[in-house]
């Protein structure tokens, strides 16, 4: 039997989003409880979370991929989305959280605004999501709502709406006041999320008198008639002020505020009638960028009509195999009905259309405007993606993808797992477009890139478990490079064998000299009066092209010189293409053991962003990694350094920045040029060459 289909007027897409274990997995949880979805609390490092259920994720003890969750409350359709606060999954949150209409910010009352809260904050004020935010863990030490509050005010640059005023705090934390209805009410701290009514403290009336006047001032200044009757009176009533809440919510105007303890299941309740009563409906929020097939921009309504929708994830299910969720965005996607890939530019057939509850579905008839939905075994269609109807080619824009953070070189731990490995890597790409894969010439390695230890890691322990493939893990090869140390005149290039019959002979001479930094490889041919026949000059540059896969430092390839050909000898009968190949060759080779080798090494340019009181430590440690601070950036309560850093030093850069700076730092990074290596470090890397010394040119 189908799932009942709500319709659009009903459905609620929420996301939760904050800095990693501040509590979103257990407020989706207690949401899922209430809601009578389930019937017992889940736990994920129990087993028993809905929305955690990848073992991976039961192994860590927290989120790595969003989860889908639907519940009915109070006759809407709520939608959870509950988002990896992880940097390293960072980009897969920030698909998902696209998907949404409001976003639930969640702060931990003791640690304040972290910096991953203040991204997910950042992209929901860029695409336009209206956002509540939920200062959660009341219950634990340190546990200052007021300090929290004048955190969040800093950081966010907003006033946010109070509409409650804790009840206690730490252990003492009993439950809330609610500034609107002007009750008072309180949890048990056993999980069971039993809300009672109860007399308020007489030691919260002071912040309840002025937490409710900034109330109503606040919610009167949204609305020019509302402010004018406030004037006058001084009061208002509260479904008149709540219409104007509910306005100014919706188009982010104002930002209310909730207190809780989601890990005890303590003021959850309030957060869903929230929820349910004024968070936007799918049709409320601005219409959405988009192109046409042509690449034409144009608006897309979010309304009945024409089918567009937008794959926000993809992941592999045993059973079912490659699942796509999709963000129903406008229009009605039918059941066994034809759609269009903007990115393949080719139809797809949508098959059963499904609801997901964690990695449970339920079948659908329809896939109505505003809804998640899910879709099975479609050929070619990933995250990302947008589909739309086949007679209205649409195209959304989708997450930009930053460049990985580390890599990981991966071999097959058993010999028979070569081109299984293969296959187990593109699935791993097709879940998770952050990953990405490269090859290691140095190593003759398959490189897997992303976004930091906790993300490679996660990736290959799912490839063991659901590919059931064991890889071998390393850093890969720093891809160092040679150059010529000085220029070298009069060089000469000789090859001359003879075999019994037809020879080989050819002979060059050449000048070689450094080119600037990164400009890469120039032949100039200057032979004059015939002195190498015109269809042996590009068999010369061949030779020394060839010659430059193998440095004479260290092996490694050599890159920024000039090879001038300026003369040479000919033989009429034993001259010959290889002959001419061997002479460049050889040609090379002595220049470069004349002139000298200098061995250079990558280096990235980065930006750190870390918590201002870790800047000393950091510059430090960046000095000490042979790299060069460039500049800082002071960004609030955080600080921007830009500096460059030789790849040799900065390899596991990711983690080890996560450790210095508690969870709280993050970095881009990019290529940036090639460098000398120091002196002293140089006999270490030749030492360490993976490039045997071949000395046979014949």
Known sequence: MAAKVFETADIRNISLAGHGFCGKTSLGEAILFNAGATTRFGNTEAGTSTFDYEPEEQKRGGSIASSFVWVEYKGKKLNIIDTPGD??????????????????????????????TERFWNRAVQKGIPRVIFINKMDRDRANWKKCMEDIEETFGVKPLMLQVPIGAEQNFEGVYDLVHQKAYAWPHDDSGTMSEIDAPAEIADDVETARETLIEDIASTDDDLLEQYMETFELDPNDMMRA??????????????????????????????????APAPTALAPLDAEDEDGNPLQIERAPGTFVGRVIRTFIDEFSGQVNIVRVYAGEAPEDGMAYNGRTEDNERLGTLHIQRGKERDAIDRGVCGDIISVAKLKDTRTNDTLSETSAKRKLPGVVYPQPMMSYAIQPASRGDEDRIKTAVERLLIEDPTLSITYDAISNAMVLNGMGSSHLEAAIDKMARKFKVQVNTALPAVPYRETIAKAIQGVEGKHKKQTGGAGQFGVCFIHVEPTERDEGFEFVDKIAQGRIPRQYIPSVEKGVVERMKSGALAGYPVVDIRVILYDGKYHPVDSKDVAYQMAGSKGLKAAMEKAGMTMLEPYYAMEIQIPSESMGDIMG??????????????????TIIKAVCPLAEIQRYAPDLRSMTGGKGSF???????????????????????????????
């Open 87 to 116: 940097q390293n999954f960072l980009y897969d949150s920030f698909n998902a959280m696209d998907g949404s209409d409001c976003a639930v910010i969640m702060v931990s009352c003791p640690d304040g605004v972290e910096v991953q």
């Open 245 to 278: 809440f509910a306005k100014a919510f919706s188009a982010g105007d104002v930002v209310p505020v909730l207190f809780g303890a989601s890990g005890h299941n303590m003021g959850v309740q309030p957060l869903m009638d929230l929820i349910a009563e004024y």
């Open 621 to 638: 440690d960046v000095t000490s990694r042979r790299g060069r601070v460039l500049g800082m950036d002071p960004k609030g309560k955080h």
């Open 668 to 698: 881009t990074m990019e290529f940036a040029g090639y460098e000398p290596v120091p002196h002293n470090l140089v006999d270490g890397i030749r030492q360490a060459s993976p490039f045997s010394d071949n000395d046979d040119d014949d």
